[in-house]
């Protein structure tokens, strides 16, 4: 095992989803956007789990220019449904539209992590296979105009009223439907010499 390091932790993310799950862990971080322009990542025909594993790479590691000694953990998520590609949704309308994609059909929540540290880099993937519920057009509208999730890949907030679209949800960690598997993150430190607890 590493002797226990004192670099700075930085999350790659303004995502105040993130922010809160690693704050459970209850050790100092920063926050600092990443770098990186996510649209160029994000091509027509590019594999969900590729793009999800890249963009988590460059976000930490466009942060390793600003602060070296830095232990720094980079993140994203998308939504793998049929082998496309969904996202944040951004407008009310793209967001009734992705949950009626959804809408009685199984999906893959993919979620990737990657911390680098002194040269170091590590990378995880985690797939999420979720089961929404038959909804009808009313229970979307009701659904994205309660919860507003404008900002999260595959407009559900799962932590919220979300959690009543769906009838099964199969995963290694819960908290990587939320954005940050955390089980994972806190193995990750530990291998870079950052114990927790």
């Not at 996510?38 to 220019?65: Q, Y």
């Amino acid at each position: 095992m590493n002797p226990q390091v004192t670099a700075p932790l930085l999350l790659a993310s303004t995502s105040r989803y993130r922010r809160e799950l690693l704050e459970r862990l209850r050790i100092p971080f920063r926050c600092l956007a990443p770098m990186v322009e996510e649209r160029g990542f994000k091509t027509a025909n590019a594999e969900p789990a590729t793009v999800a594993a890249a963009l988590a790479l460059a976000k930490a590691e466009s942060l390793t220019r600003i602060m070296p000694e830095a232990i720094i953990i980079g993140s994203d998520q998308v939504v793998n449904c049929d082998g496309r590609m969904l996202g944040k949704p951004g407008t009310r309308l793209k967001a009734i539209e992705q949950l009626a994609r959804l809408n009685g059909r199984e999906h893959q929540l993919i979620t990737a992590v990657a911390v680098c540290h002194a040269g170091r880099t590590l990378l995880h993937l985690d797939e999420t296979r979720m089961t929404m519920r038959r909804l009808s057009p009313d229970a979307i509208v009701r659904y994205v105009d309660q919860d507003r999730p404008l900002d999260c890949a595959g407009s559900y907030r799962i932590e919220s009223l979300g959690i009543a679209l769906f009838e099964s949800i199969a995963t290694d960690d819960h908290t990587a439907i939320v954005g940050l598997p955390l089980m994972t993150v806190i193995d990750m430190l530990n291998q870079v010499g950052l114990e927790i607890p």
